[in-house]
């Protein structure tokens, strides 16, 4: 900006050039602070693992989650990390948005039902507030300490939380679900 005003003043140009030299090695030095932090997960799957579930928020749930699914489950997940399960996965906050008094919003459960979604993921004891309670079936699995919250402060460490994998009993929808 200062070059197409044609306003040129050694004071001020020093003080620029000094702000983009300190800018310059701030970013320098977080970036090869990040680097060294998460290149080790490139070398082989241990270290890939390691790095994963310090960093990513979800993994560890998601690890516990897969070894209790089947190939042929489908899951509705209370965590937004989906993309890491090894079945076919929803996350639930969208459906937490819906009308269910609204008879057009039997098009979502019609979709559950028709892809047999059959299991659902609790985590953080967020059972009680689900909007699918009364349409649990037995439980599967619950667990104390199944994850931390990790965020993208390296600084800070998350609370460990709880999970649970319930049935999910599609075949009762749309009347198990708790309106609001």
Known sequence: ??????FYSKKIFGYFKIYLIIQTIIIFIISVYFIFRLFPGSLNSSYYNKIMS????G?????WANKFLT?????ISTHRSISLFDIEAIEYWTLDLIDFNDPRSFIY???????????ILFYNNNKNKNIFRNC???????QDKV?????????SEGDYYAASI??????LMPSCIIKR
């Open 71 to 75: 190939k042929d489950d489908k899951i």
């Open 136 to 142: 649990l079936g037995k439980l599967i699995v619950n």
């Open 166 to 171: 319930y049935e999910l009993r599609y075949d």
């Open 59 to 63: 993994y560890d749930l998601v690890m």
């Open 147 to 155: 994850g931390r919250s990790v965020g993208r402060n390296p600084l």
């Open 1 to 6: 900006m200062l070059i197409f005003y044609k």
């Open 109 to 119: 459960t019609n979709i559950i039902k028709s892809k047999k979604i059959n299991r």
């Open 54 to 57: 310090k960093n990513a928020d």
